[in-house]
């Protein structure tokens, strides 16, 4: 387990595995690297995997200010942890959330992406309509957790339930700045990605199938793993067919 402290905020991150190219998971909103777990050994057979957790998350630090919390503050937390790791490209993903963000980081720092893995993600909406709905779903999803505090987090999908933070209080606001979408620029960089990809999705994670659908047919040469018998958190699920489907991808590389 290591710590960088970037503008301020401390950033909980750990290197699993000694050799190889990086593989930077990111996980979803409300979860920590804790839904990692499962991939640790399958992974690290010639890859070194960096987890971390997001500002506001797990381990890492709460800041009190609204304004610490973006998308941009995010991909830039990213590439200062790869820059501490001493890696100069490495393969990026994440679920969710951390896909969302891993699109964003791939089209701020393409020159630094050798490959996607974009998990039970959505791109974005072009539409802003659509867009403001999403955003008011955020915006409830943090008032909910200002209200209930973490016990909210026992209704929700594993890789959320299963996570441990400090307190309530950086998941408010990491809703109401990360999760919130400000325009359409992730959904509209999808065709202009030039790595190697791969979309994974759990059949039964309803939400987000045409998600992956679009994605699929939207960057060029994508493959789509649908993962049976598994939900929004497919790696948590099914681990064992998740594990087959990345490393699968891995040895494409």
Known sequence: MAKLTRGGVSLHYEVHGTSGPVILLSHGYSATSEMWRGQIDALTKGHRLVLWDMRGHGQSDYPQDQAAYSEAATVADMAAILDAVGAERAIVGGLSLGGYMSLAFNEAHPE????????DTGPGFKKDEARAGWN??????????????????????KEMATSTHRSAEGLVRAGRGMLTQRDAHVINSLPGIAVPS???VGANDTPFLAAADYMAAKIPGAKKVVIPDA???????????FNRAVVGFLGTL
């Open 112 to 119: 630094r992406v050798i490959a996607l893995l974009i998990i």
């Open 136 to 157: 008011e779903t955020a915006l409830k999803t943090a008032a909910r957790f200002e209200a209930e505090g973490l016990s909210r987090l026992q209704s929700l999908s």
């Open 198 to 200: 791969l979309v994974v």
């Open 231 to 241: 939900g929004h958190a497919a790696n948590i699920d099914q681990p064992e067919a």
